[in-house]
C-alpha cells in the first residue's frame, strides 16, 4: 500500500499548500527512514525533495507566520497552516534543518490559532486542537488552551464531537502532558469508531478536509504513536476497510499523504519475502506462444519489480518452502500518458465544455497563423455544489495562451496569480479564498463568470482551481497559434480534488488546423 500511496504522491502536480505538503510526504518519510524508499534514486534525493517543500513554505508564510492556500495572502488558511507547521515539526525532530524565522513565526501563529475564541465551529475547534497538539509536542504547556477548546465543545451535543478528530488531537495532548486519565477517556470514542470499520463508508463525504479515510489515517497515527495498548489491540478487519478506502479510489492528496505517515509508523522490522517470485508472459517469435519470465527482486521486505510494455500477463508465484507467507498484498502502479485519447464522455456529479470560436463566437475548426483562438470552458456541479474543482485544459500543439497586459477591468475573479512557472505560482499573489477577495487575472477575458480561486498557467496547460455551482459558468481566455500544421485536439477535464469520485470529461472533437495567412 505504502508503495502505491507513494508513487501517487510523487507524480501529483497541482500545488496548492497543503498539496505541495502532502506531495513532500515520500520524501520525508525517505529521508528519516530510508527503507521505505522506493527506489535507489529516491533514496539519494530525499533530503533535496524536504529542502524543496520547506523553500516552497517559506514563499507562502505571511508576517503573522500562517500560511496561504496558493500564495503568502494576508489571511491564512488554518487547517493548512497547521498541517504546514506539523511538516515543519516532523522535519525538525528529525535533525533536518528547517529555518529558525520560518518556525518560530509559525509558532507564533499557532498560538494565536490556539487561542482565537472566534473559531467555535466543530471544525474550528479541530483546527485549534490540533494547533495545540503542535504546541504540547514542542514542550509548552497548554493546560489553558486545551481547557478553553473543551468548554466550547461543551456548549455542542456530545456525538458531534466526542468521536472526531478533535477529540484525538485532545486525547494526545493529555498524554503528552501526563493527564493519562482525561488521555484515555478522550480517545476511547474516536479509538471505538477506528476498530469497528469494517468496508468502506456508504454515506462517504468530504468537508472542512476531512472525510473518512482522513480520519482513519490520523486517528491510527495518534493510536499508535501514544496509545501502544490500543494499537496491540487493532483488529485485522480495520486493514480490509482501510483497503477498501483505497481500492475504491477514495484516497486524496490529504489522505494519501496521512496514511503514509500512520503506515510508516507501524513496527515491526523487515521480513524478506522468501518463497515468492514476479513473473511477467511476454510473447514469443510468430507461431511459439509466449513465456513466463521472471523479473524484480527482493528489497528490504517487498518485492518489487517493472515489468516490460510487452507483458502480456503478471502473475505471483509462491514457492514452496514454510516460509511463504499465506496472505500476500501487492500494488500495481502506472503513471504516463493515454496510448489512445479517451472515447466516452463521463459526468459523475461535473459537467464540463468546451469550445474554441473566434472573436464573435462562431465555432473553429481551421484558424490562421497568428490568428487568435477564443476558448470558452463551461463547468456546472449536476446536484450540488463542488468545492476545490481542478480544470485540466491541456493546450493544442503549436498554441500559445495570451495573457493581458493591462489586464482587462472586466477580468476581476477570485483568482491569486495567473503564474507562468512553479515558482511563480508559489510566490507572486495578492489573495485566496481565505485572503481579502478578488483580484486581477492575467488571462480571463471579458464575460467569464466562474468564480476562480487560482490559476497555473503552464507551459503546455491551463490549470484552473475553481467552485462548481449548479449554475452553469463560463471561463475564457484566448490562444494564438504559433506553428502550422494540423493539431489533435486534448480532451478537457475535471476533478474534485479531494472527492475525486466527481469528475467530468469531454472527448477530443478533433483536429484545429493552422495554415499559412492570406496574402
Same mark, same amino acid.
Given at each position: 500500500m505504502m508503495g502505491g500511496l507513494q508513487s501517487y504522491l510523487d507524480h501529483y502536480t497541482h500545488l496548492c499548500t497543503e498539496q505541495v505538503v502532502s506531495a513532500a510526504t515520500p520524501a520525508l #518519510?525517505?529521508?528519516? +527512514?530510508? $527503507?521505505?524508499a522506493r527506489s535507489t $534514486?529516491? &533514496?539519494? =534525493?530525499?533530503? $533535496?525533495?524536504? &529542502?524543496r517543500a520547506i523553500a516552497a513554505l517559506r514563499n507562502r508564510q505571511n508576517e503573522e507566520g500562517g500560511f496561504g492556500l496558493w500564495t503568502a495572502t494576508p489571511g491564512a488558511d488554518p487547517f493548512v497552516s497547521v498541517y504546514a507547521m506539523n511538516y515543519l515539526l516532523e522535519a525538525r525532530q528529525s535533525g533536518l534543518a528547517v529555518p529558525n524565522d520560518l518556525w518560530e513565526r509559525g509558532l507564533g501563529y499557532l498560538e494565536k490559532l490556539a487561542g482565537d475564541e472566534s473559531l467555535d465551529t466543530l471544525s474550528g475547534l479541530r483546527n485549534r486542537a490540533f494547533a495545540i497538539y503542535l504546541l504540547t509536542r514542542t514542550g509548552q504547556v497548554t493546560t489553558n488552551y486545551l481547557a478553553a477548546v473543551q468548554s466550547r465543545l461543551g456548549s455542542l451535543p456530545a456525538t458531534a464531537w +466526542?468521536?472526531?478528530?478533535?477529540?484525538?488531537?485532545?486525547?494526545?495532548?493529555?498524554?503528552?502532558? =501526563?493527564d493519562e486519565d482525561t488521555a484515555q477517556r478522550l480517545i476511547e470514542a474516536p479509538y471505538r469508531k477506528l476498530v469497528s470499520a469494517r468496508a468502506m463508508d456508504s454515506d462517504w463525504t468530504y468537508a472542512d478536509y476531512l472525510d473518512p479515510l482522513i480520519e482513519k489515517a490520523q486517528t491510527l497515527q495518534m493510536v499508535e504513536r501514544y496509545f501502544p495498548g490500543r494499537a496491540a489491540r487493532i483488529p485485522p478487519g480495520l486493514w480490509q476497510a482501510i483497503q477498501a478506502e483505497v481500492n475504491g479510489q477514495r484516497y486524496n492528496s490529504l489522505s494519501a499523504a496521512l496514511l503514509l505517515d500512520a503506515l510508516a509508523d507501524l513496527t515491526g522490522g523487515p521480513v524478506p519475502p522468501t518463497g515468492l517470485r514476479l513473473e511477467e508472459r511476454l510473447p514469443l517469435p510468430a507461431g511459439q506462444g509466449a513465456s513466463w519470465q521472471p523479473f524484480g527482486s527482493a528489497q528490504g521486505s517487498l518485492l518489487r519489480g517493472a515489468w516490460s510494455a510487452a507483458a502480456r500477463?503478471? %502473475?505471483?508465484? !509462491?514457492? &514452496?518452502?514454510?516460509?511463504?507467507p499465506a496472505q500476500i498484498w501487492y500494488a500495481l502502479s502506472q503513471t504516463g500518458y493515454d496510448r489512445s485519447l479517451p472515447r466516452q464522455k463521463i459526468g459523475?456529479?461535473? *459537467? #464540463?465544455? %468546451?469550445?474554441?470560436?473566434?472573436a464573435t463566437g462562431k465555432p473553429l475548426r481551421q484558424v490562421a497563423l497568428g490568428q487568435d483562438v477564443f476558448v470558452h470552458i463551461r463547468l456546472r456541479?449536476? =446536484? $450540488?455544489?463542488?468545492?476545490?474543482?481542478a480544470i485540466v485544459d491541456i493546450l493544442p500543439g503549436g498554441f500559445t495562451a495570451v495573457t493581458q497586459s493591462p489586464v482587462s477591468p472586466d477580468a476581476a475573479t477570485h483568482v491569486d496569480a495567473a503564474a507562468g512557472s512553479e515558482e511563480d505560482s508559489q510566490g507572486d499573489g495578492e489573495g485566496s479564498a481565505a485572503g481579502p477577495g478578488p483580484v486581477r487575472d492575467r488571462l480571463a477575458l471579458s464575460g467569464s463568470t466562474l468564480e476562480v480561486d487560482h490559476l497555473d498557467l503552464r507551459e503546455d496547460r491551463v490549470l484552473i482551481y475553481a467552485r462548481a455551482g449548479t449554475e452553469a459558468r463560463e471561463y475564457v481566455y484566448r490562444i494564438r497559434a504559433s506553428n502550422q500544421g494540423t493539431?489533435?485536439?486534448?480532451?478537457?477535464?475535471? *476533478? !474534485?480534488?479531494?472527492? &475525486? !469520485?466527481k469528475k467530468a470529461l469531454v472527448p477530443s472533437p478533433g483536429n484545429l488546423v493552422v495554415v499559412a495567412p492570406a496574402n
Open positions: #518519510i525517505v529521508a528519516v +527512514r530510508p $527503507e521505505f $534514486e529516491a &533514496r539519494a =534525493k530525499a533530503q $533535496e525533495g524536504v &529542502r +466526542r468521536a472526531d478528530l478533535v477529540a484525538v488531537y485532545l486525547a494526545a495532548s493529555h498524554h503528552l502532558l =501526563k500477463e503478471l %502473475r505471483i508465484v !509462491s514457492g &514452496r518452502d514454510s516460509g511463504t459523475q456529479g461535473l *459537467e #464540463i465544455l %468546451r469550445q474554441y470560436t473566434d456541479a449536476q =446536484k $450540488e455544489p463542488v468545492d476545490n474543482v493539431f489533435q485536439l486534448a480532451p478537457v477535464y475535471a *476533478e !474534485s480534488l479531494y472527492d &475525486r !469520485s
